[in-house]
């Protein structure tokens, strides 16, 4: 079962559109078939690549990386609002991070994003995500239509107002006890 399948399909639309000024002729609840040897696994991740002459999805086993800790980095020049095989700029930025086991980008001096997940901040009440994103993500996407989380301008100077952080991806859905503190952001 493709977890929000749905979410996937809109932002692949959506890119489509504004890479190739086209609809997207590529439905992935069609496309998406793990296999076989993959089928008994708890997660496997799905990634379809896709160009105006067709689309291949490669599949893997995923296990979820443990982050501990993250590096500000800043950099005002980072784009990536499209989610491209070519990530040669965010590996560029993710190899700075030291002893640190992810980044958070700063661009213009606003939060954005990890190497690889929309973060979420909690004041100890409610969350909230940077209004300021590299890639609007399909978990961010959601919770945002859901209402469980609100977009807000983050600068990171604000960041230390804030009791937790937490990273989200397709992979790595919204659940509160992941929430790590906001000491493990090093400036």
Known sequence: MV???SWHQKRMDDAYYQ???NKNPHDLSHAIEVPSPLLGLASVKA?????????HITYEPYHEKSINNLKMIFDDTISYPIKFED???LNLLFNQR?????ILIIRHGMVTDSSYCNVLFSDGKSWFTSDT?????????RLLAKGTVQE???HFEMIK???????????????????QSIQKIAH
Request: charged fraction near 20%.
């Open 3 to 5: 977890r929000h399948i």
């Open 161 to 179: 107002k804030y009791t937790s952080f937490m990273l989200i991806n397709a992979m790595m859905d919204f659940n509160p006890h992941r929430a």
């Open 98 to 102: 030291e002893n640190y086991d992810d």
């Open 87 to 89: 990530r040669s700029a």
């Open 152 to 154: 807000v301008p983050i």
């Open 47 to 55: 990634r379809a690549s896709y160009n105006k002459s067709g689309m």
């Open 133 to 141: 994103p590299l890639l609007n993500g399909t978990c961010r996407a």
């Open 19 to 21: 890479y190739f000024n």
